[in-house]
């Protein structure tokens, strides 16, 4: 049974950070991209950041220089670190785990339940 928990969210001030983990079973962790998606009231989910079985990262414009996408294999465990956050921030968070063939066809596409984050003074 495949499980994506996210957690670390919460509320914090403008300027403030917050640490969101992603901790998954159910399939092999170590060779499945990760991504940090979030969505905002009545905006489309947006892909913050991402991180291949190899480390690579990317990350959206609106987000560079302050998160960081990182993973722990051994834990299963995938972390958004993100620091000097702003009240355009505030969403729901989702972490995402998926693996495509060389062709680009999805072999798997899990979703967790989402946490939210709420960036207000």
């Known amino acids: 049974q495949v499980q994506l928990v996210e957690s670390g969210g919460g509320l914090v001030q403008p300027g403030g950070s917050l640490r969101l983990s992603c901790a998954a079973s159910?399939?092999?962790?170590?060779?499945?991209?990760m991504n940090w998606y979030r969505q905002a009231p009545g905006k489309e989910r947006e892909l913050v950041a991402g991180?291949?079985?190899?480390?690579?990262?990317n990350y959206a414009d609106s987000v560079k220089g302050r998160f960081t996408i990182s993973r722990d294999n051994a834990k299963n465990t995938v972390y958004l670190q993100m620091n000097s956050l702003k009240p355009e921030d505030t969403a729901v968070y989702y972490c995402?785990?998926?693996?495509?063939?060389?062709?680009?066809?999805?072999?798997?596409?899990?979703w967790g339940q989402g946490t939210q984050v709420t960036v207000s003074s």
């Open positions: 995402n785990a998926l693996r495509r063939t060389l062709y680009g066809s999805k072999i798997w596409d899990y």
């Open positions: 159910g399939f092999t962790f170590s060779i499945s991209a």
């Open positions: 991180i291949s079985s190899a480390g690579s990262t």
